[in-house]
């Protein structure tokens, strides 16, 4: 079975850290690109993060870039998303998504979605 859980999220203060986990089952992060989404509270998803580990290409959004890390664990078969220096307005449910020919943030690319995790800085 084809499965994404995220974890990692919770309540944190501005300033503060949080890294956010995306452990895979049933394929491997080497056949697939990993995209972060977030969604906050009445407002639509939007892209965070893109990584795809066969080639290495990594981007970020312009709101997270310099802020956010995207790394990930073979031998656990697990993607991480390391927020430092959160933001009020970091705020919002955090999606890891996979596909094999998932491009950039267009989620009809994705085949794969985990349950999602909130996170929650207070200012």
């Known amino acids: 079975e084809v499965q994404l859980v995220e974890s990692g999220g919770g309540l944190v203060q501005a300033g503060g850290s949080l890294r956010l986990s995306c452990a895979a089952s049933?394929?491997?992060?080497?056949?697939?690109?990993i995209g972060w989404f977030r969604q906050a509270p009445g407002k639509g998803r939007e892209g965070v993060s893109y990584?795809?580990?066969?080639?290495?290409?990594?981007y970020y959004a312009d709101s997270v870039k310099g802020r956010f890390t995207i790394s990930s664990d073979n031998a656990k078969n697990t993607v991480y998303l390391q927020m430092n220096s959160l933001k009020p307005e970091d705020t919002a449910v955090y999606y890891c998504?996979?596909?094999?020919?998932?491009?950039?943030?267009?989620?009809?690319?994705?085949?794969?979605w985990g349950q999602g995790t909130q996170v929650t800085v207070s200012s």
């Open positions: 998504a996979a596909g094999g020919f998932a491009l950039g943030y267009v989620e009809s690319t994705y085949d794969y």
């Open positions: 990584f795809r580990r066969r080639d290495g290409v990594t």
């Open positions: 049933g394929f491997t992060f080497d056949d697939v690109a």
